[in-house]
């Protein structure tokens, strides 16, 4: 099984994280932030991946560490669970509606972080979260997790469901790049002989 377990502990957060990626789509999830948990419940749900994460962090300042540290915690499990990356598909994409929103997700499982995000909202928060961070939650997951990362919203109107639908699009997106590739099972996909 390819799974994970890890701590990341800063002055600013304390988050513990198991992640099993040939999983059910379960999850345990308990950042603080009301709005990020139903965000990584999705995550977990659409990509099958198994996810348990328990986050305590500074939120009497804000929701920034917490939301980034997540990210980070979360793609290093990924990865580290991906291990040397034998045999996985690589590639995934997606197109998710939710409702008026249209949003776009593609991703290279590549060892090569890089992220492009293309979402603009219209309010400054949901629930409790600043919606500007949103982008450094999907930075820090992508740079830790190796991936790269384009996100981008076509059209929407509502924000709930332009950040719902950009989370779910990554799990779709990972659950196709994550699968083990029945003809290449025992290669690397890359000419380069690594990721």
Request: no cysteine; glycine share 8%; hydrophobic share 40%.
């Given at each position: 099984?390819?799974?994970?377990?890890?701590?990341?502990?800063?002055?600013?957060?304390?988050?513990?994280?198991?992640?099993?990626?040939?999983?059910?789509?379960?999850?345990?999830?308990?950042?603080?932030?009301?709005?990020?948990?139903?965000?990584?419940?999705?995550?977990?749900?659409?990509?099958?991946?198994?996810?348990?994460l328990k986050?305590?962090?500074?939120?009497?300042?804000?929701?920034?560490?917490?939301?980034?540290?997540?990210?980070?915690?979360?793609?290093?499990?990924?990865?580290?669970?991906?291990?040397?990356?034998?045999?996985?598909?690589?590639?995934?994409?997606?197109?998710?509606?939710?409702?008026?929103?249209?949003?776009?997700?593609?991703?290279?499982?590549?060892?090569?972080?890089?992220?492009?995000?293309?979402?603009?909202?219209?309010?400054?928060?949901?629930?409790?979260?600043d919606t500007?961070?949103?982008?450094?939650?999907?930075?820090?997951?992508?740079?830790?997790?190796?991936?790269?990362?384009?996100?981008?919203?076509?059209?929407?109107?509502?924000?709930?469901?332009?950040?719902?639908?950009?989370?779910?699009?990554?799990?779709?997106?990972?659950?196709?790049?994550?699968?083990?590739?029945?003809r290449k099972?025992?290669?690397?996909?890359?000419?380069?002989?690594?990721?």
């Amino acid at each position: 099984m390819r799974s994970a377990t890890l701590e990341r502990k800063t002055s600013e957060t304390s988050i513990d994280v198991t992640v099993e990626l040939d999983g059910e789509g379960r999850y345990e999830i308990d950042t603080g932030l009301g709005f990020l948990d139903h965000m990584l419940a999705q995550l977990s749900r659409h990509s099958l991946i198994d996810i348990r994460l328990k986050a305590e962090g500074d939120l009497h300042i804000d929701g920034h560490h917490t939301t980034e540290d997540t990210g980070i915690a979360l793609g290093q499990a990924v990865s580290q669970a991906l291990g040397e990356r034998k045999g996985i598909v690589r590639y995934g994409d997606a197109l998710i509606p939710m409702d008026e929103t249209l949003t776009r997700v593609a991703l290279d499982i590549s060892n090569r972080p890089y992220l492009i995000w293309k979402v603009d909202f219209t309010r400054d928060k949901l629930g409790e979260m600043d919606t500007e961070l949103f982008r450094e939650w999907f930075q820090a997951f992508a740079f830790n997790a190796g991936l790269t990362l384009h996100v981008e919203n076509l059209y929407g109107l509502n924000n709930h469901h332009i950040v719902e639908s950009s989370y779910k699009g990554l799990a779709r997106a990972l659950r196709q790049a994550i699968e083990i590739d029945p003809r290449k099972a025992d290669a690397i996909p890359s000419t380069k002989g690594t990721l």
